[in-house]
Each structure stands twice: as C-alpha cells, then as structure tokens.
C-alpha cells in the first residue's frame, strides 16, 4: 500500500469516472445521430468519423453545436414512446374474449348484480347463479 498513496488513488478514480462519463456521452452521441432524421448520410457519416478518429473533440463539438436539437429529439422520442404505450394499453383493454364492448357491458351487469345483492333483492344463492352464468357467457 505505501507504493500507491490514497491520493494518487482519489486522482485514478476521479480520471475512471471521466471517462464513463464520457463513454455515456459518446454512446448518447451516437444514439441521438442515428435517430436524427434531419441530417443525411454523409452528415451523419462525417460526425461518426470525427468521433471515431478525434473522440473527445467530436463528442465536444457535436454536443456545441448539436445539443440543443438533440434534447429536442430526446424529448419527442419521449412523447412518441408514451403515445405508443397509451395507443397500446388503449387496444389490450379493448380487446379480449368477447371485446370492449361486451366486457364493459358484463361488468356492469355484475355491477347491477352486486348493488341488488347489497339492497337485499338477491340472495347470496342467487347472486352465484346469476354470477356464473354471465360470467360463462
């Protein structure tokens, strides 16, 4: 342990952080090249290569000179992922044995069975058969 002090060792940490960070940044970087529909081939060709050839310049000067349409994308990417997941859950709960619509019309009739249950018109016996046989339908 006397070989490597703890600073030095603070210092070795603090450069491994930077260059996750980096590392995160140069995959954003790239992600969000990709997802630009904006740019043509050879645009994105050429940032891809600067960031190849010259990493941390490029990352840099993509982040000045693209980062604020780039949290633009990441936003609208954002909203279109939460509208498909919404259009999604929309269509799963509409559909099913039967459908939306005869479901929705077979938990309101379970609904009415439960309330007339309650108000002591039907007897728990009843309530059962009524039960079973909507639900088998």
Same mark, same amino acid.
């Given at each position: 342990m006397d070989d490597y002090p703890l600073l030095d060792l603070f210092w070795t940490m603090f450069w491994f952080f930077i260059w996750i960070l980096w590392?995160?940044?140069?995959f954003r970087v790239i992600?969000?090249?990709?997802?630009?529909h904006e740019l043509n081939g050879w645009a994105k060709a050429g940032w891809l290569v600067l960031?190849? @050839?010259?990493?941390?310049l490029g990352v840099l000067l993509y982040v000045i000179v693209r980062g604020r349409?780039?949290?633009?994308?990441e936003a609208q990417q954002a909203r279109e992922n939460e509208a498909a997941f919404k259009a999604? @859950?929309?269509?799963?709960?509409?559909?099913g044995e039967g459908g939306g619509a005869k479901r929705a019309t077979h938990v309101d009739e379970l609904a009415r069975l439960a309330e007339? =249950?309650?108000k002591g018109a039907l007897s728990e016996e009843e309530f059962q058969?009524? =039960?079973? =046989?909507?639900l088998a339908s």
């Amino acid at each position: 342990m006397d070989d490597y002090p703890l600073l030095d060792l603070f210092w070795t940490m603090f450069w491994f952080f930077i260059w996750i960070l980096w590392l995160f940044l140069l995959f954003r970087v790239i992600m969000d090249l990709f997802r630009d529909h904006e740019l043509n081939g050879w645009a994105k060709a050429g940032w891809l290569v600067l960031c190849i @050839v010259l990493p941390y310049l490029g990352v840099l000067l993509y982040v000045i000179v693209r980062g604020r349409s780039m949290g633009r994308r990441e936003a609208q990417q954002a909203r279109e992922n939460e509208a498909a997941f919404k259009a999604y @859950v929309r269509e799963a709960a509409g559909q099913g044995e039967g459908g939306g619509a005869k479901r929705a019309t077979h938990v309101d009739e379970l609904a009415r069975l439960a309330e007339l =249950k309650e108000k002591g018109a039907l007897s728990e016996e009843e309530f059962q058969r009524a =039960k079973d =046989k909507l639900l088998a339908s």
